[in-house]
């Protein structure tokens, strides 16, 4: 994880408004967890904590949007008439701030619809059907094809690419990106490992941050002239602090490699304006980018480019994104401070589990004991507060520890995302001591 506060014994805690110093092991302290679980089911929560949704004051920052183009504005920088067909590239305003922001030449960059997951179920589905540059044949022609999916990750990932059928291969996810030497491992004994899931910044769960030594690794892997890179830059612009990670220009480095096509970008304004009616990109090498316009050409003959003209008037430019995100910072920067607040209050006195303290995305990824997480959020569930399940950070649902734990702090009030971490807290401390006393 980006930053890992532990816990510490010895400490003062409150449970339920109970002081206790946490001295001793766990299981001396289990009769005051079940007793303060007891009292918790008892006050009929129904809270939900499960995903990372924009909240509705975010949600607010871009009504604006609700206004713009304006009456009788459809026309674009040159004059197109964006009411009608065409222009399947999308809006070349919307592409050259988004180009700036990405590190992706605008004539490399599309601007379509209104979700980043949709371009990447589409480049796949387009690989299964009909390969991509550089194929033999298409990948669904293929006994098995398999991707390598860095753990803990984001299970909307894994989702696609295993109802596309394709064998799911979890690799460790270190601070600064995949562990390089087991997905060179898992390469060399395996010719049907296709491509890798990558989020390079804040990456989903853990908040850690790719460095440009292991991306460089991953253009140059010694991997099949179709092996590809999905490298989804969806927290690229949603930082926490006034850090700012130096953008990778990935697709140069893939050039650099001699592996030009290895790489597809992805972002989306689905966090930045409206979750529901942004506007999706892809990006990568120009014979990618002429093979995906060719195969998209059939299923659409261009995107909502008023809804792009819209967001071209909202954000302005590269800096006017920037000077937007700021304003969601201050609205969910305490969210994330409530989460190391309560964890450290909670669970630190009593030496249980390890959190995260990412400087930008929208998760916190909590590690707890082994074999302890889904009874943790069966027990949060029983008292009214939904955690997102235990496994959802591993390919098919399967965390081999059931110990990764992932705190969505964004789309609850501060109000109830606090009620929820302290009753949550209540039941991941009962969890931690039975399974202490059964050991």
Not at 225 to 238: E, G, L, Q, S
Not at 355 to 379: C, H, Q
Request: hydrophobic share 40%.
């Amino acid at each position: 994880m980006a930053t890992v506060c532990c816990g510490r014994s010895g400490q003062t805690s409150t449970i339920e408004g109970v002081s206790t110093t946490a001295t001793g092991t766990l299981t001396d302290h289990r009769a005051e967890f079940q007793s303060a679980y007891d009292e918790l089911k008892a006050r009929g929560l129904k809270l939900d904590l499960t995903r990372g949704k924009p909240a509705a004051d975010q949600l607010a920052l871009s009504d604006a949007l609700l206004a713009l183009p304006g009456d009788g504005e459809y026309t674009d920088a040159a004059g197109t008439d964006l009411r009608n067909y065409g222009g399947p590239n999308g809006l070349p305003e919307l592409r050259a701030i988004f180009s700036e922001l990405l590190q992706v030449p605008v004539p490399q960059l599309l601007a379509l619809g209104n979700s980043s997951l949709t371009l990447m179920h589409d480049v796949l589905t387009f690989a299964m059907l009909h390969g991509v540059p550089g194929s033999e044949r298409p990948w669904g022609r293929e006994e098995t094809v398999s991707f390598l999916c860095p753990v803990p990750g984001y299970d909307r990932h894994f989702a696609i690419t295993e109802a596309l059928g394709v064998r799911l291969i979890p690799v460790p996810l270190n601070e600064d990106g995949p562990d390089i030497a087991a997905v060179k491992a898992a390469i060399a004994v395996d010719a049907t490992i296709k491509g890798i899931w990558c989020v390079p910044v804040y990456s989903n769960p853990t908040g850690d941050v790719y460095s440009e030594e292991v991306a460089r690794e991953l253009v140059s892997l010694d991997a099949a002239d179709d092996f590809r890179i999905m490298w989804d830059n969806a927290y690229a612009v949603h930082h926490l602090t006034d850090w700012r990670p130096e953008p990778i220009d990935i697709l140069s480095l893939a050039a650099e490699a001699g592996n030009p096509d290895r790489v597809f970008v992805f972002a989306s304004t689905s966090k930045v304006t409206y979750a529901g009616a942004g506007v999706g990109f892809l990006g990568s090498s120009p014979d990618n980018i002429a093979w995906f316009s060719h195969w998209a050409a059939f299923q659409s003959i261009g995107p909502d480019k008023l809804n792009q003209l819209r967001h071209v008037r909202l954000l302005k430019s590269a800096e006017g994104v920037a000077a937007h995100m700021e304003k969601h910072r201050a609205l969910i920067g305490p969210k994330f401070a409530a989460v190391q607040e309560v964890f450290e209050r909670r669970l630190a006195p009593f030496g249980v589990g390890s959190w995260g303290d990412p400087k930008g995305g929208y998760f916190v990824t909590l590690t707890v004991s082994p074999g302890v997480a889904k009874r943790a959020i069966a027990l949060a569930a029983a008292a009214g507060v939904a955690i997102t399940p235990a496994g959802s950070t591993h390919p098919y649902l399967d965390d081999p520890d059931d110990a990764v734990i992932r705190i969505a702090p964004t789309f609850p009030t501060m109000e109830d995302l606090t009620a929820g971490l302290e009753a949550f807290c209540t039941a991941l401390l009962l969890a931690e001591s039975e399974h202490a006393s059964e050991r």
